[in-house]
């Protein structure tokens, strides 16, 4: 009792405030984990009916694995493409803007990129399939006229220029941003004291960003890119609009037939699918929640495992 | 000082409150469909419908026509798709449902029995263009045998023999041919396979079918009418399948309907509806036709969608009743089939099926 009543005194002002404010944190913190349940808990319950389904009640041929593996290629292959185009490059930019830049162009550029990612997707779609795609056959032709021997430019060539290829390229249009402003802001993090010291032992510029930056950076730069990569696989509708899917597989980029994507193919099929179909698109879902959990989790593992070798410490 | 205060703050309170209260009785009523009908034929009350978005643009038109001649209703349309709308009708969510294809027998089962045998009409009938993009081939002809062939993929390139044979005298060049089809679940593709699953059973072996068929060979995918416009536009040598009035400045091939070549015009195609049949086991009440795609007759096009107004010939109340027969007198009414075909584009009815359908109409009741 005297305790109790000795700690009640002893107790620091604003104690009340502590507690709520920990209450509310950590409601929020379950509340990401209760909203994360729910939407896998939805997806299997309503995918599940297509997993035991008769082959013959999915569309197409093959059953529930026929119909959802193509889609699974496509999703990787266009956001493989888009990143091989966009990581490069979103990289290049947030060097030039953290450490080649005039130093009053810094702002006007950094918003200039963010505004790509302002634009809504649905305007990606448009301008993909309005200006990109038409302007991109002379190239698809020459490709299949030279490189045909390539799997990859096989063709014949789409005259329409709606491949998987320029799907691709929107899509690492969209990735940009989101890939050089992560990059921008970790390169501004790298020690002043390392990089004067690498130019201090007579280092140039590229060497000094070489053994300073890109060392300090390395996980950061994992990690932007496979936001990069989330933002990439679930893109739906400049995918629905650019793209011209027929669901087969192939590696050939720059043909009519394409493989769909999980994402467009759900905003295609959903309006005008009834019953097991829905089911099917569900299961669907399902695998898409299911890769992009992996490569969260991925990314998080090789960001965990670099961060020891990192100039960082 | 105090009170008056108190007064100020509460007075603004209490005026949201009743507001709301009042608002929100009124969306409740609203929901309900309180039907009055007040003297002289006019309506009033709240119709809600759901399906098809081929008909939304239509709907629109006979909206607004419906809602001026009649200023006490409103006439909700949810674009939801063909196959949602039909969900909701059969679950007694909507009064009526607008779909591109009449019930199917499983669906026909599950209608409820309150609602008694549903009565479908077939209100927006439009022409399905064959378009192409082909510098140089103004009036290109085409043989079933041939659009079929084309679309599964076994003619290849613009001088084959068998469209040169439709085209005595075309200058065909050698150009790929690149079909374009949507790539979206829709009901145009269902007709267009329809029509060529009865033409040319030899060449078209896929059936009628709403999805793309992945088993085809070659072909481009575009989402909705506009996707496959934008690639017909776009492509030198593509052909492609869409509502006629949305093919533009793009040629439109005539299709051989026996001995002669027609073009996709609005009579063509609402023409087709007379030579056609009744569903099989339909008739009476049940206007859902089996288009006659095969018929030879000359000034007829049969590459049409259909598109049904799905009812019921029993509902929960007179009024309710009355409000569905007069939306729907007024949409097979020739006013109301010419606001859709003009903002639309959609063949107007004829007159033989116009009075079938008033019939139909003037059937459903309220219990």
């Not at chain 1, 810094?106 to 200039?112: E, F, Q, R």
């Not at chain 1, 992560?182 to 070489?210: D, N």
């Not at chain 2, 603004?12 to 309180?34: F, R």
């Not at chain 2, 349309?77 to 294809?101: H, K, N, R, T």
Request: hydrophobic residues 45%.
């Amino acid at each position: 009792m005297a305790s109790s009543a000795a700690e009640r005194v002893a107790r620091p002002p604003g104690r009340t405030g502590d507690r709520v404010f920990k209450g509310i944190a950590t409601s929020a913190g379950v509340l990401i984990l209760l909203v994360l349940a729910g939407v896998a808990l939805f997806l299997t319950y309503e995918g599940f009916p297509a997993f035991t389904a008769a082959p013959g009640e999915i569309p197409g041929a093959g059953g529930i694995t026929g119909y959802i593996w193509p889609l699974v290629f496509g999703t990787l292959l266009s956001s493989f493409l888009a990143l091989v185009v966009a990581a490069p490059l979103a990289i290049g930019v947030a060097l030039f803007i953290s450490h080649y830049c005039p130093r009053r162009l810094v702002g006007p550029l950094g918003y200039l990129i963010d505004l790509l990612a302002a634009i809504p997707s649905v305007v990606y779609g448009l301008w993909g399939i309005f200006y990109l795609a038409p302007h991109l056959v002379p190239s698809y032709t020459w490709l299949a006229g030279h490189l045909g021997f390539l799997p990859f430019f096989s063709g014949p060539a789409s005259v329409t220029g709606r491949t998987i290829l320029t799907a691709s390229l929107v899509l690492s249009v969209m990735v940009l941003p989101i890939v050089t402003a992560l990059c921008r802001e970790i390169f501004l993090q790298t020690p002043r004291l390392h990089e004067e010291a690498a130019l201090a032992l007579g280092a140039t510029r590229w060497e000094m960003i070489r053994m300073t930056v890109f060392p300090y950076a390395r996980s950061g730069m994992v990690s932007a890119v496979m936001l990069g990569l989330g933002r990439a696989l679930g893109e739906t509708m400049a995918v629905a609009m650019t793209l011209s899917a027929t669901g087969v597989i192939t590696v050939d980029l720059i043909s009519s037939t394409n493989p769909s994507t999980i994402a467009a193919n759900i905003a295609l099929k959903f309006p005008d699918s009834t019953g097991i179909q829905v089911n099917a698109l569900v299961a669907s879902g399902l695998v898409l929640f299911a890769i992009t959990f992996a490569v969260n989790f991925a990314a998080r593992a090789i960001v965990g495992r670099r961060r020891e070798f990192s100039g960082a410490n | 000082m105090n009170r008056i205060s108190l007064q100020r703050a509460a007075l603004p309170g209490i005026a949201a409150l009743a507001l709301t209260v009042a608002m929100t009785s009124c969306g409740a009523s609203n929901e309900t469909t309180s039907t009055t009908s007040s003297g002289g034929g006019d309506l009033s009350g709240t119709l809600n419908g759901a399906g098809s978005t081929a008909q939304e643009s239509a709907m629109t038109a006979w909206k607004a026509g419906f809602q001026s001649a009649n200023s006490g209703v409103t006439v909700n349309y949810d674009a939801v798709g063909s196959g949602s709308g039909v969900e909701q009708f059969l679950s007694g969510g909507v009064q009526f449902a607008g779909s591109d294809a009449y019930l199917s027998d499983d669906e026909l089962k599950k209608v409820p029995s309150s609602c008694g045998k549903p009565v479908e009409v077939p209100v927006y009938v439009s022409p399905i263009a064959v378009i192409y993009n082909l510098p140089g081939v103004d009036n290109l002809q085409l043989s079933p045998a041939t659009l079929a062939q084309i679309f599964a993929g076994k003619i290849t390139t613009w001088d084959d023999p068998a469209i040169a044979a439709d085209n005595p005298d075309a200058q065909l060049p050698s150009t790929a041919i690149t079909p374009v089809h949507r790539s979206d679940s829709s009901g145009t593709t269902a007709n267009f396979t329809d029509y060529l699953s009865q033409v040319a059973s030899s060449d078209w072996t896929f059936g009628s079918i709403e999805d793309w068929p992945k088993s085809v060979s070659g072909g481009e995918g575009a989402n909705g009418t506009s996707g496959v416009v934008a690639a017909v536009t776009n492509g030198e040598g593509a052909v492609g399948y869409a509502d006629a009035s949305q093919a533009g400045d793009l040629g439109t091939a005539s299709i051989k309907v026996g001995s002669s070549y027609e073009q996709p015009t609005a009579d063509a195609a609402a023409k087709v509806l007379d030579e056609s049949k009744p569903a099989p086991g339909r008739g009476g009440t049940d206007l859902a036709i089996a288009v006659n795609r095969t018929t030879t007759s000359s000034g007829v096009y049969p590459i049409v969608l259909v598109s049904y107004q799905i009812l019921c010939s029993t509902y929960s109340d007179s009024a309710t009743a009355d409000l569905v027969k007069g939306f729907e007198q007024y949409v097979v009414s020739s006013d109301g089939q010419d606001a859709a075909a003009k903002q639309a584009g959609s063949a107007p009815i004829t007159d033989a099926l116009r009075s079938k359908a008033q019939t139909a109409i003037d059937s459903i009741a309220g219990q």
